[in-house]
């Protein structure tokens, strides 16, 4: 009897998923304007606490999307990695430039680095601001 209740816990729990699924690239629409998710150096998506992932064609879309829900249900946010396309890091400890010598698919130019030495470097060559997660918050007026 141990055993089957035993058994039907890791089934139960390993269906609870704490990490977000992975992007289909050219597949999957962003959850926030529907474009089709292509560009691996500028998307994002967040997990809510639940489980569910919410993916996004560009960071811009994620935090537009922020707007019009409640931050605390979200568990993660992550952004993709400009130097290191289709990977994931922690929004919270990204760095960001906004430069208009760098494109993103929605158009605010708004490109996210996993470390602030790499985002500084690319400032150098491309000019624009560089922000924190929280300075990006206010500049797009999402409340905390």
Same mark, same amino acid.
């Given at each position: 009897?141990?055993?089957?209740?035993?058994? +039907?816990?890791?089934?139960? #729990?390993?269906?609870?998923?704490?990490?977000?699924?992975?992007?289909?690239?050219?597949?999957?629409?962003?959850?926030?304007?529907? =474009?089709?998710?292509?560009?691996?150096? /500028?998307?994002?998506?967040? =997990?809510?606490?639940?489980?569910?992932?919410?993916? +996004?064609?560009? $960071?811009?879309? =994620?935090?537009? /999307?922020?707007?019009?829900?409640?931050? $605390?249900?979200?568990?993660? +946010? #992550?952004?993709?990695?400009?130097?290191?396309?289709?990977?994931?890091?922690?929004?919270?400890?990204?760095?960001?430039?906004?430069?208009?010598?760098?494109?993103?698919? =929605?158009?605010?130019? #708004?490109?996210?680095?996993?470390?602030?030495?790499?985002?500084?470097?690319?400032?150098?060559?491309?000019?624009?601001?560089?922000?924190?997660? $929280?300075?990006?918050?206010?500049?797009?007026?999402?409340?905390?």
């Amino acid at each position: 009897m141990r055993t089957s209740v035993f058994v +039907f816990i890791v089934i139960i #729990l390993s269906g609870c998923r704490n990490t977000p699924k992975p992007i289909a690239y050219g597949a999957e629409g962003c959850y926030y304007c529907s =474009m089709t998710i292509v560009d691996k150096q /500028h998307a994002a998506q967040f =997990m809510t606490k639940k489980g569910r992932s919410y993916a +996004f064609d560009a $960071s811009e879309c =994620m935090l537009n /999307h922020l707007k019009e829900i409640d931050k $605390s249900t979200v568990a993660q +946010f #992550l952004v993709n990695d400009y130097n290191a396309p289709g990977e994931v890091v922690d929004a919270k400890k990204a760095t960001y430039l906004i430069s208009k010598n760098i494109p993103s698919p =929605m158009g605010e130019f #708004l490109t996210a680095f996993s470390k602030l030495e790499e985002a500084e470097y690319a400032q150098k060559g491309n000019q624009g601001e560089l922000y924190t997660w $929280s300075e990006l918050l206010g500049r797009f007026k999402v409340g905390n």
